[in-house]
């Protein structure tokens, strides 16, 4: 499937079947997270692949009861490698190993505007914005395959965290359900190309 294609017959997948994703098809999801571009190349993701039901389930409850978390027989939690940041995050860092700083995006973000530099706004900025990338690329390469996905951000993320025992310097941003589809979703609407241009 060429990429244009991809982006176009892509939906937010909300109902997944049964049916297992080979290894194989996972990891070129992953390839295609790995390959994805970073600001200065740091590449500040880290991936963990949840197929286990009860890690499921716990990830659905995290999610706010969102049933499709449980349902796709996949869920690839995306997550920001802040060690992979170097010292642009240095003071936070130990904050957050000292458990002083709660492992979710939110908390972070309202810590450094708090107390923070520019510098590790920025660091954390970049690497949110990778990781974003990252899934998209994931997302798309999903799509043609034959794979659908959704992204999903309305989660606990100190819940999540706590689940999958993430250490503190990895903070899940997105999780991302993947399977096949059960359902083909109609498009749904756009605002037209005159609206978005300034
Ligand atoms: C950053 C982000 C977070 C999202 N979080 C959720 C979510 O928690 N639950 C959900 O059902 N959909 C979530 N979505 C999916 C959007 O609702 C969906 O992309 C949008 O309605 C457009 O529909 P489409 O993806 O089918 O084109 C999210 C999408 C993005 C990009």
């Given at each position: 499937m060429e990429v244009m294609e991809a982006i176009a017959a892509r939906r937010s997948i909300r109902r997944y079947s049964s049916r297992p994703v080979s290894e194989g098809l996972i990891r070129q999801i992953l390839e295609a997270g790995r390959l994805a571009p970073s600001a200065s190349n740091l590449q500040t993701w880290k991936f963990k692949v949840v197929t286990e039901p009860h890690i499921r389930k716990a990830l659905r409850e995290a999610a706010y009861d969102q049933r499709f978390v449980e349902e796709a027989p996949v869920v690839i939690v995306a997550c920001a490698?802040?060690?992979?940041?170097g010292d642009r995050l240095k003071r936070t860092l130990e904050l957050l190993r000292a458990g002083?700083?709660?492992?979710?995006a939110g908390m972070i973000l309202w810590y450094v505007r708090q107390r923070g530099s520019k510098e590790e706004a920025r660091g954390f900025l970049h690497a949110v914005i990778n990781v974003t990338i990252a899934v998209q690329n994931m997302v798309l390469a999903a799509t043609s395959l034959g794979l659908g996905t959704c992204w999903v951000r309305a989660f606990e993320e100190e819940k999540v965290a706590k689940v999958l025992r993430l250490p503190p310097e990895y903070p899940p941003i997105f999780l991302l359900p993947l399977g096949y589809p059960a359902e083909s979703p109609r498009p749904r609407p756009r605002r037209p190309l005159e609206e978005i241009l300034l």
């Open positions: 490698d802040l060690v992979a940041l002083a700083v709660k492992p979710s």
